[in-house]
């Protein structure tokens, strides 16, 4: 059922380090179609018909992003606003996405011993309800999302340590390729 449709929803993925090494770990999955939405529209003027188009060929869908202030960023909510219309999600003639996969892949940053020093009562399931709810609405299945918490690295990375990159994010990778490759398929990350 059509090819894998990866939305990337970074503003600056060249000074990204764990969104920008989840998309280098997938972008060499055949049937795999990486678009960065801050790259085509950076005017934040989208093409609906081109990104409405891409969905229909997808079979599975993921929205690739870093959490910002508890939710997605800007442009990621203008797509859904802009692309998700009711002819292609509901009503009489909206059903064009049923039985369509999505997944959310999201990255953030904070530790959980943060939150609850700061007495949050933080569960981030419950951050991801709209997306669960536009794949209801649009009569898609909702996978689990992909979540992995990662230390903050300031601006200006250089002088860091990022051994450990790579150790944070592979499980990660390995949860997005479970989601989108065949069953019984051999792969890669190296």
């Known amino acids: 059922m059509g090819e894998n449709l990866i939305i990337l929803a970074h503003p600056d993925i060249n000074k990204s380090i764990y969104n920008k090494k989840i998309i280098s770990g997938l972008k060499h999955i055949e049937g795999t179609q990486i678009k960065n939405i801050y790259e085509l529209y950076p005017d934040f003027k989208i093409n609906t018909a081109i990104e409405q188009s891409d969905l229909l060929h997808a079979g599975k869908i993921i929205f690739q992003f870093p ?9 990621l909510k203008q797509w859904e606003q802009y692309v998700l219309t009711p002819d292609l999600c509901s009503g009489v003639t909206g059903d ?7 997944m959310i892949s999201v990255t953030g940053g904070g530790s959980m011993e943060e939150y609850e020093r700061k007495k ?5 399931m419950k951050l991801w309800a709209p997306f669960f709810y536009i794949a209801r609405y649009c009569q898609m299945q909702f996978h689990e999302p992909v979540y992995t918490n990662v230390p903050y690295i300031p601006t200006g990375h250089e002088n860091c340590d990022l051994s450990k990159v790579d150790d944070i994010i592979k499980p990660h990778i390995e949860k997005i390729l479970k989601f989108i490759e065949p069953p019984n398929k051999s792969r890669n990350l190296n």
């Open 120 to 124: 949050m009562d933080y569960d981030v």
């Open 67 to 75: 959490m910002y202030w508890y939710g997605a960023p800007a442009l």
């Open 96 to 102: 064009k996405l049923k039985g369509k996969e999505l």
